[in-house]
């Protein structure tokens, strides 16, 4: 260990200040320049037996791209880490990586761990805006089809992984962009859609065909993409995006969302052109409240702040320690002026004559004994109600499962919840030939876990497919 | 895909568009819409799916062009495409045979009555149709449902043409006469399917009626589209859009579609190309 090296502090990033900043949609980080990056990547300690890759779902070897960017070889630290996640840039913005690879890097222990997400996205940034992108080489064609059914993370780098072995496939995405989450729910100033839609072109190069607007279960039936349309395997990945509510007396008056509804017009609607024509229209609450705690939550509020609401007031039923959102998106909600009103959740939403939300009577909680998650479970605090008047109220408690796929598909084994049973390490569900893996089979979780998820059933896809041609040649040549 | 093959203004500013989607056209059930969108930047609009020409691989939509996403729809012509076509979207129509059923569609709802009308006709029903329009020359598929149904009443407000009033004040007419009516499909402006359904009601007649709130996705993603069935709350795009009439809150359907309308008068006021929502953005 070199003394010298944790001496050095983390280097911070540089960010559009909030003042500033709560009046675009521009990204938020700046990222780091050459010489911090250099500098940050001199911290990590290149670790025999490094921990940190442990904290990561899709096993980056972290060491090993850090090294690349310390002796200034960028480019070349991006394909490192591309060799087993596709998706660096996004990754580097969106991971929870003070809970996956940062939390577990030994730097940690006495001082503040290596800036892994920002060196993983100044990597990928660099290699990017330098015209460096080396397109994925593929294998020869292997003549086999694969149905790729929703464009989010899952999907997108399963598509990814089989066109590069050669395989011919198609994505289906239900809306009019691909991306999933990406581009429907993660805002511009957190993730610009310009680095999707970079991502996707290369899928695109790759061979791989891309169908928007193709609701499977309603346009083609599974069955009929097999037997009908010839795609020898088919994987799932169509995501958890069923919006729950609250069931609160006053929850369908006007000016109440969910935070799908709300994100879904703020960014897939006005599709990356701020400012320019987009027709579809979104209310503008002066005083708003947003009803959660993870990072839909802090979304939901940072962009109705940027919408240009004077008060937005977020509301968790538990302590800000169990907040699930991403600590540096906590951080800058924070620092917009988003005011936390915690343990506490609205029990009834008021209305106007003319049937809009006026205003939330919102009730104290205290944590009372565990429950099943661990967790202290919250329990109402009586006489503490107070009123608080809203324009919009925006519901980010989380996502179900879309029984699109599941109603449509006779003989596929879902769980009570409705999401899809699939193997943990290959993504087979109940039906040969159909796989599943995402936030479909897991309940909303990571980016990078659904990425996962799409790589290992990639894989598992490659090898039955490789088994079916083996065993119909030995057949041809009986 | 998505081109336009036909165009047709069969009422002013009411459209009939047939459009090039084979898969679409192969699939589509009665009572199921799709969502279409004209240009970058768009509106996703919903539309029901009115027919579907098998040789031809096209399906028929008509549409009022009654606002800013309608309008520039109705700019298209014959060889444009649709920048985007999802569907088909909803639940498809039950149909069975009710033995004596009736039809009923107010101004442009009369499209969407159209293909129900023919399921419930191949299933064996005798159909009794109702078509309403503000005026005479509002009222549209006259011949259509004609062909379908073995009587068709029309009414218009202004009583330019056929009885003078509301489709209600015929069916309640028809239900005086002791039609042994026992099944109902009302597809319309709100306050219409309202009224038809406060009547069957009373004389306990199974109604369903086809709900357009505003919409998003269509996939059921968004939440957008709840509507309160018996005091559930469902999302049309996926649970309906048809429901029973006489559990749906009609009050609240009417509300919620208004949800717009000051930002929709405010961007019209503005000029076409101002919309709500980007100001802010700036
Ligand atoms: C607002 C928001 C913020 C988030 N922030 C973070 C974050 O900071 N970090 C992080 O790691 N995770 C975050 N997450 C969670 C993360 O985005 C998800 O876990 C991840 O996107 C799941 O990926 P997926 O591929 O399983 O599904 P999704 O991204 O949900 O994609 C599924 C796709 O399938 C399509 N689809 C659905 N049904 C059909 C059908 N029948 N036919 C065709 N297409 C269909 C959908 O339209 C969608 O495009 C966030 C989620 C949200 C909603
Ligand atoms: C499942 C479904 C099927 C539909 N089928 C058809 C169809 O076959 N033909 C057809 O012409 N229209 C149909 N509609 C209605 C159509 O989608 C709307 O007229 C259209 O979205 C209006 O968009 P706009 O921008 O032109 O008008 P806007 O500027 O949005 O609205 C103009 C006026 O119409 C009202 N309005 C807007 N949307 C709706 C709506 N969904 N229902 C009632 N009033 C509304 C507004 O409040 C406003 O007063 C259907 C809607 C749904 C949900
Ligand atoms: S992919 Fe995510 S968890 Fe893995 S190293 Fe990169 S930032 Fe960390
Ligand atoms: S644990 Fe931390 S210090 Fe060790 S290799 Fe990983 S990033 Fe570097
Ligand atoms: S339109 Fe979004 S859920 Fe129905």
Redesign the pocket.
Known sequence: MSPKATAIPRQPMREQPPLERIGNFEEVPLGYTEEQARVEAGRCLQCKKPKCIEGCPVAVDIPGFVALVHEGKFAEAARKIKETNVLPAVCGR???QETQCEELCVLGKKGESAAIGRLERFAADWERTQGLVERPRTAPPTGRRVAI???????LTCAADLARLGHDVTV????HEM????VY??PEFRLPKKILREEIDALRDMGVKLETS????KLATIDELVHEDGFDAVFV?????LPHFMEIPGENLLGVYS?NEF?TRANLMRAYSFGEAADTPIARGKRVMVVGGG??AM?SARTARRLGAEKVVLAYRRSRDEMPA?AEEIHHAEEEGIEFHLLTVPVELRGDEMGRVSSAVMQKMELGEPDDSGRRRPVPVEGSEYEEPIDVAIIAIGAGA?P??SSTTAGLETNRRGYIVSDPETGATSIPGVYAG???VTG???????MGAGRRAAAAIHQHLMEVRRSTEARAEV | MNEIIAKEEIAPDTYRYQIYHPRIAQKRKAGQFVIVRTHDGGERVPLTIVGSDLTAGTVTLIFQAVGHSTRELAQLGVGDRLLDLAGPLGQATHIENYGRACVIGGGYGTAPVLPIAAALGDAGNDLIGIIGARTKELVILEQELGDICSRLEVATDDGSYGHPGFVTDVLQALLDEGEPIAFVLAVGPSPMMRAVANLTKQRAIRTMVSLNPLMVDG?G?CGGCRVEVGGETKFACVDGPEFDGHQVNFDLLMKRQGTYKPEEQEAAAHGPHCRIGLDAAR
């Open positions: 969106v991971c929870p059914i929703g464009s989010g993370p899952a999907g289906f995405e239900a809306l991306g999933g989450v990406l729910g993660i193709a609701v499977i279960g990945g169509t995501g958890a995006g935070a994100l990072n839909v979304d991403r879309n699109l796929i995402g936030d479909i909303s979780a990571t980016v990078i876990e659904a | 996939t993603m």
